[in-house]
């Protein structure tokens, strides 16, 4: 069981016991009530002014020791109320994944207010699952993934939405600055999410970031979208991403036969990987899943800018196309609107086929499938936008 007290007018430096007396059990055969039926607890009750974790009264984030009792706090099955007053450095936390315990039912409203979290150095993201929102944060010098490149890693949240067995939930990002960040992860890794359940990632900036990815289906911000997930208003400026074996994104890696929505989004950051690369967008699967009838959703993407100055594929086989806006769109319903590439843009997919897929001006794509090679290994279906 769990107790939830609030005190009103306990000394915060005492320690106190409370008494509680269960009468009877009900509907259980489990459970016999002990002797006296007495059990009791010894608490410390938190200062007013670290508040008590309501919409009204969140408790307040002005030191570590306030950051990593964070689950403590969480609650199954509610919401709770976080908001920082300081700027709090991490170098001393190795290891700190959020909402842990399944079934991941405990949701989360995090208003960092601008404040810095520094020098977050650990092999896991801040949150193992983010439901609810984490919002006006500065990331500075984060490294996760130290050592040899984790699969399935992110600094911010490796499942944003996501209850384990039940519906997904909301989880929204937004507001939030990386500067001089490392992340280094395998499949399905970014800095912003793994994976991506109905969720909303709005107003994010990376700057000088370098992201070293292994294996496939990753990007700088969210790995794999698989449940409806929407981004606008964000950019990355500068930096590196290093792709592994195919699906590099710049953005995001892979849409999952499900609806995402990119807008006023842009990426500067040198890209470079394998095959199927793509700066906003590296790859959406058309291919249903066995055994279910669903429609498949449909990728928007409208007013973005890649200003990345090259992608030089490294891939000698010509089988998931790289494109200068988004590298793959297989048999996936698409609207591709007003999305620009730089002028003088270097552009070269499969070093033995370059004239399978060449960079040129393509018109803008309302609602049908990606134009390219027939339905085949090949899978060349790049989109490339139009010359700035």
Known sequence: GQLNLVGMGCDPEKTY??????????????????????????????????????????????????????????????????????????????DFPLLNPKPYTASIVFDGKGHKISNYACANALFHVLNGSF?????????????????????????????????????????IVFRECKLSGGNMSGMVAGYAYNATVENV????????????RHAAFIGRVVADTELKKCYMKGGKITGGTQQVGGLVGENLQTNLKMTYCGISAELTGNRAIGP??????????????????????????????????????????????VGCAYLHPVTYKNNLRRADFEFVDFKDAPDQNPLRDMADI???????????????????????
């Open 280 to 325: 906003i967008l590296s790859y959406s699967n058309g291919t249903p899943a066995t055994g279910t009838t669903e429609p498949l959703g449909t990728s928007v993407i409208e007013n973005c800018i890649v200003w990345t100055p090259s992608i030089l594929s490294s891939a000698t086989k010509a089988q998931y196309s790289s494109g200068a806006v």
């Open 17 to 94: 016991v409370l008494p509680v007396v269960i009468e009877k059990v009900e509907g259980s055969e489990n459970y016999e009530i002990a002797e006296n039926g007495v059990a009791y607890f010894v608490f410390k009750m938190l200062p007013a002014l670290k508040g008590i974790g309501t919409k009204d009264d969140p408790y307040v984030i002005e030191e570590l020791n306030d950051f990593v009792t964070i689950n403590e706090k969480l609650l199954p099955g509610e919401t709770s109320y976080f908001e920082m007053t300081a700027d709090i450095d991490m170098s001393e936390v190795t």
């Open 205 to 216: 900036y990376a700057e000088n970031c370098e992201v070293t990815l292994t294996g496939r």
């Open 135 to 175: 919002e006006n944060v500065v990331f500075e010098n984060a490294t996760v993934g130290i050592g040899a490149a984790a699969a399935e890693t992110a600094i911010i949240s490796k499942y944003l939405g996501y209850v384990d067995g039940g519906k997904p939930v909301p989880g929204i990002v937004k507001n």
């Open 366 to 388: 309302l609602g049908t499938a990606c134009p390219g090679g027939p339905v085949s290994n090949d899978y060349n279906y790049a989109y490339h936008g139009k010359a700035a």
